[in-house]
């Protein structure tokens, strides 16, 4: 059976989202329980019956708005350091949480901790690519700082991760960079490069440029967490402003428009579909001693429940325990 | 008469485009001078007739994928390096050119010359926001590592361009980070937050995310080089696939998608519309002696004409003059 603690009252829908989430994967999925961590009255106006349902409940909750650090030091009893402190004591094999996503990170690291040959864990997510495929990114904006051999830990991660979860056999890693020749960009960037390059565990394939990352150009994209964050918010920022200047140019373009979009609604619904990859599950900080797993703020129960489902994979195929083995042989190595 | 060189074998359509550009330009502005670069015979066949256009025929062009530094070395007789001479000489006051964007830095920094007191000349382009009022937002690229003194001159850069070209009276500047709080972000984000904290001068509104950049939140966004760049390619490349995306579901979508898309005809390309932001003129590497001015290596005749005006405009305000003057102001305070 594995154990997972779910924190019912982060993000925008909390604890609806999150309980009706956990209510679907209680019924797909007959191996997992769960912990729920939050308002019991509030919780249970949500909740299917089940015996593989825990409520631990508690009044205290980090707001979105909270300083992370701080926020997990003094909000002891908050939903999210609880389920953290039950990763931590065993209670419980992995975390989610919709909440805040720096006292998460914060949460993570002092609370459940990092491997420890893993310098720094990264926050890796699966983005849309045109193909369908997707493309696991990280950092995300784990750490704003990074040397190259952070670097090449997120590239060793990003790979396990991509071969377990994703099952793909030898996942291409690309370095983003601001051009595509070896020679391209910065200092770190060029450490990176020669690092990734002369790394026989790893599927290389060179230096990939923002513009390309949703054709698929490589399965693992490796990058700083400052600029993977900048990218990661300048690819929603675009998504979120053309569907609705889309939206805006139908329904200001006057019954022509509307009598168009009718008849294409079909079409715009699937392309909503292709950029909505929540199904991909949630952001990995990845590198931790067990799986701590973040839903977008705005998730609704699907989004919930493919997080669970993607948390309950990570459980399955040891990947977490199989970090740990590459990186003491590693360790032997340097 | 201000008097303007132009690549004419740069670029993907080049000479056409360039060359209809140029005509249109000829036409519409009286007090322009065009010098144009190029293959003679190849020009002549688009060329309109007027006495302000001058041909300096050369057969010798650097092509896309030459390596720039070189490129600018060897290829003494190529169209970009001469119009580069023509500027450095006074036979020209301002350089434009569709071609390699690395060479075109390159014959910027060491052919034209920087202005004595900027350290690092930065790539600025007006980018479209959901309002249609754009922001601009430098560098682009043409630096891949920065200090954040170098950060701070972008900003008085992106201030001075704004007031001069754009017509804003007192432009709100931005600083790319990844959170909006003060206290957000690497150590060269909180040395140039303090540094533009500081700066009575600019009109400084604080961090500003990927995330908002189309929705207007700052006039002018500064970032390194890095960083600018990554966030360029991805906001083009999410807008491209999308579009693409968007095409895609509409041709595959059978008849009734068909009969939705011509409806919607006019609504979607208002949309293609206020996405191509053409008319705000190329990326231009300020904080040189001169204008020099990159057009998209896919730009049309219209692409090449808004340039153009920019770089009139460029001109007529003596932006490139009052930045020698503000420089040197700066440089007796330190």
Redesign the interface.
Known sequence: MKKIAVDAMGGDNAPQAIVEGVNQALADFSDIEIQLYGDEAKIKRYLSDSERVTIIHTEEKINSDDEPAKAIRRKKKASMVLGAQAVKNGEAQALLSAGNTGALLAAGLFVVGRIKQIDRPGLLSTLPT?DGQGFDMLDL?AN??STAKHLHQYAVLGSFYAKNIRGLANPRIGL?N?GTEASK???L?KDTYALLDGDPSLHFVGNV???????GVADVVV?D???G???L??????????????KT??T??GL??K??????????Y??KD??DYSSAGGAVLFGLKAPVVKCHGSSDAKAVYYTIKQIRTMLDTNVVGQLVDEFAKNEGKE
């Open positions: 045109v904006g704003a700082e983003l601001n960009g910065d200092t960037r440029e923002a513009r390309d990352l949703m054709n990058t967490g400052f600029t964050n900048a990218v918010k300048s690819i929603e920022g675009t998504a979120i402003n053309l569907m609705g200047q889309l140019s139908i200001s373009g022509k428009a009598i168009g979009a009718f008849f294409l609604k079909d079409s715009l699937k392309l292709s950029l």
